[in-house]
T-cell receptor
Framework: KQEVTQIPAALSVPEGENLVLNCSFT??????LQWFRQDPGKGLTSLLL?????REQTSGRLNASLDKSSGRSTLYIAASQPGDSATYLC???????????FGKGITLSVRP | NAGVTQTPKFQVLKTGQSMTLQCAQD?????MSWYRQDPGMGLRLIHY???????DQGEVPNGYNVSRSTTEDFPLRLLSAAPSQTSVYFC?????????????FGEGSRLTVL
């Protein structure tokens, strides 16, 4: 059974800091990995999707990397801003039914 | 673009009542799904559909029913509400399925069962 872990559960950083959010998964036979952002009381917004054949994806100040063999992904946020404060979740797609398994998320607070 | 639209946004039910959470998408997505999100439990898949007329169970299907008569709509029915079904429910869709496609979420429906 696929398990996705995100540690720590919460993170607080000063504005301007470059930061890395980690995601680990137990079954490396994945189709893809997605990073989502969730603001309080809102739905999830897809940030980056990395296919299993890819090593990384970039969008603006965000860069996500994937190392399938070690079961790890990182989301790098450059020059963090207070507007980046949110919960960040990763999810991996695995199995015959392409089930998406979510981590429990990292709640990020960027202090002005 | 409306994207994925869920109604209602908030609902309070009494134990034993039934109701339907509506989900509609205007992106011509084949794949649609329902999740519930609970503190400490994360997101759990309830039911999903890979196209009109095709549905299947997810991780926590008991107490819920779905149907997919059109590509656009995927309603979730609570047959006899229980306090354990108090949760935030999200509908999500993808154009090409989860092997390759990005997943788009609605804003959520917050359900309280008394």
């Amino acid at each position: 059974k696929q398990e996705v872990t995100q540690i720590p559960a919460a993170l607080s950083v000063p504005e301007g800091e470059n930061l890395v959010l980690n995601c680990s998964f137990t079954d490396s036979a994945i189709y893809n990995l997605q990073w989502f952002r969730q603001d309080p009381g809102k739905g999830l917004t897809s940030l980056l999707l990395i296919q299993s054949s890819q090593r990384e994806q970039t969008s603006g100040r965000l860069n996500a990397s994937l190392d399938k063999s070690s079961g790890r992904s990182t989301l790098y946020i450059a020059a963090s801003q207070p507007g980046d404060s949110a919960t960040y979740l990763c999810a991996v797609s695995t199995g015959a039914n392409s089930k998406l398994t979510f981590g429990k998320g990292i709640t990020l607070s960027v202090r002005p | 673009n409306a994207g994925v639209t869920q109604t209602p946004k908030f609902q309070v039910l009494k134990t034993g009542q039934s109701m339907t959470l509506q989900c509609a998408q205007d992106m011509n997505h084949e794949y649609m799904s329902w999740y519930r999100q609970d503190p400490g439990m994360g997101l759990r898949l309830i039911h999903y559909s890979v196209g009109a007329g095709i549905t299947d169970q997810g991780e926590v299907p008991n107490g819920y029913n779905v149907s997919r008569s059109t590509t656009e709509d995927f309603p979730l029915r609570l047959l006899s509400a229980a306090p354990s079904q108090t949760s935030v429910y999200f509908c999500a869709s993808s154009f090409s399925g989860l092997r390759t496609g990005e997943l788009f979420f609605g804003e959520g429906s917050r359900l309280t069962v008394l």
